[in-house]
Nanobody, 128 residues
Framework: QVQLVESGGGSVQAGGSLRLSCVASGDYYSGYFMGWFRQAPGKEREGVACMNNDGSTSYAASVKGRFTISQENAKNTLYLQMNSLKPEDTAMYYC??????????????????????WGQGTQVTVSS
């Protein structure tokens, strides 16, 4: 089992920045694929950014150039640096982890997987 705990959400004005953190524990190891998702009220969950187990990254078109996904292996922590925030970035943000398998992929900011783990989410609210 892997436990994921997100933090760093909050309220910010448009143009501001936030950094989300996701701390992994349990049976986690650095070879996992990692990703950030978000879900706004009334909308489907969407992939924001993901990282392959080789460290390569991928972003959704809507956040490319504004968000940066990174990982600090020594702390088992995944980050999402969010700059130039917009009101449309308002959502609950979740991190996810998936071990390498034929069903795991990272493309267009979307971490696809059949079996993995989710955090409980952290709310981001951007006001205009």
């Amino acid at each position: 089992q892997v436990q994921l705990v997100e933090s760093g959400g909050g309220s910010v004005q448009a143009g501001g920045s936030l950094r989300l953190s996701c701390v992994a524990s349990g049976d986690y190891y650095s070879g996992y694929f990692m990703g950030w998702f978000r879900q706004a009220p009334g909308k489907e969950r969407e992939g924001v950014a993901c990282m392959n187990n080789d460290g390569s990254t991928s972003y959704a078109a809507s956040v490319k150039g504004r968000f940066t996904i990174s990982q600090e292996n020594a702390k088992n922590t995944l980050y999402l640096q969010m700059n130039s925030l917009k009101p449309e970035d308002t959502a609950m943000y979740y991190c996810a982890a998936a071990y390498r398998s034929p069903f795991t992929s990272c493309s267009g900011g979307y971490l696809g997987f059949r079996s993995g783990y989710w955090g409980q989410g952290t709310q981001v609210t951007v006001s205009s």
